[in-house]
Structure formats: C-alpha cells, structure tokens
C-alpha cells in the first residue's frame, strides 16, 4: 500500500478515537464535548466509510493507485454535510440533556428557531443548489438528478417539521430515514440512470 493509502485508512479510525475520547501521555481529549463540531465529526467519520473506504478498498484488491478525484472529494462533502445535518436535528432532541451537561451544541448556543432556520435549511437549501449545479454541468440524465435531489428536499421538510415537539419514534424513523431514503436514491441513480 502507497502513504496515501495508509493515511486515508487511518484518518477516519483515529478521529473516531478521538470522538469517543482518549487519554494520551496525559493528554485528555474527548471531540464529543465541543457541541459544534460533534455533528462535523460525526459526518466526517460516516462520509469516509461510506465514500472512501469502498473506493480505497478496490484500489488495495486491485493493485490500484489510490487517487483522490474532484468527483470523490465532492462526494465525500455531500455525504459529509447531509450526516452533519442529520446530526443537528438529533441535537435538537437532545437539547434539554445537553444544556443541562452544558454541550454547547448549535441548538443550545442560538435556539432552536435559529438552529433550524439558519443552519438546517440554508445549508440543505445550499447542498441542494450546489448539487444541481454539478450535475447540470456534468450532463447527468434528469431522472438520476431528480432521485438524488428528493433526499434534500426531505430534509428540508424535516426540518421545518421540527419547530414542534416529536417523540423518539419520529426520529428513530424519520430522521434516521432520511439516511435510508439518501442511499436507496443514490444507488437507484447510479444503477439505472
């Protein structure tokens, strides 16, 4: 395996180390507890087994050299964004929790309106422009277009959605279903289309 492959392999692993915590020569360090950044992390982790491991895998099978494209890369901060996103609303529920523990997430830092109306919906809003950009310049058939923009437009919905209180129920299902519905759309889309 090339240095790239080894530093690709092991980022993802190390981050989700340091997420969880560890104690290093006396060096205490735990991701979880800046509430900003756990939605970030926590979609970095998830877009690289998702998006990269299975590309840098079938280079290793193959004898390939692994080499990090714009089309990957962009990708990587698709996926990224939609699990950061996701990760947001569920601090939503958690909110009560976490200001009590004083987890400065985004919905304890500027509310719950805020949250929702200046983070949720601008960056899905900004996700799904870009992505139609992209792929109108890139030719894609409308079908395919169309499949990969139904998660966005969910997701935006969603949000709106949670302005009221939801049971666990809601999100477990909803929520976490929009991580289903993304991939059924994106593998549907790049099968058939």
Not at 105 to 115: Q, S, W, Y
Not at 117 to 134: H, K, R, T, V
Not at 158 to 182: P, W
């Amino acid at each position: 395996m090339s240095a790239t492959q080894w530093i690709v392999i092991l980022i993802f692993p190390i981050v989700s180390v340091l997420y969880y915590g560890t104690t290093l020569l006396a060096f205490k360090y735990n991701l979880r507890t800046i509430g900003w950044l756990k939605p970030f992390v926590i979609g970095f982790i998830w877009a690289g087994m998702v998006t990269v491991y299975p590309v840098l895998f079938q280079t290793i099978v193959n004898n390939n050299k692994y080499v990090i494209t714009t089309i990957g890369v962009l990708l990587f901060v698709k996926n990224l964004m939609f699990i950061a996103l996701l990760c947001v609303m569920f601090d939503i529920k958690d909110y009560a929790t976490d200001y009590i523990h004083r987890l400065r997430t985004f919905v304890v830092n500027i509310g719950l309106r805020k949250t929702i109306f200046y983070l949720l919906i601008p960056l899905a809003g900004l996700g799904l422009f870009l992505f139609i950009g992209y792929a109108t310049m890139q030719g894609f058939h409308p079908v395919k277009i169309l499949l990969n923009v139904l998660p966005f437009v969910l997701m935006i919905n969603v949000a709106r959605s949670l302005r009221r209180r939801r049971s666990i129920l809601y999100y477990l299902v909803i929520v976490d279903g929009l991580m289903l519905v993304k991939a059924l759309c994106g593998t549907i889309a790049m099968w058939f289309f």
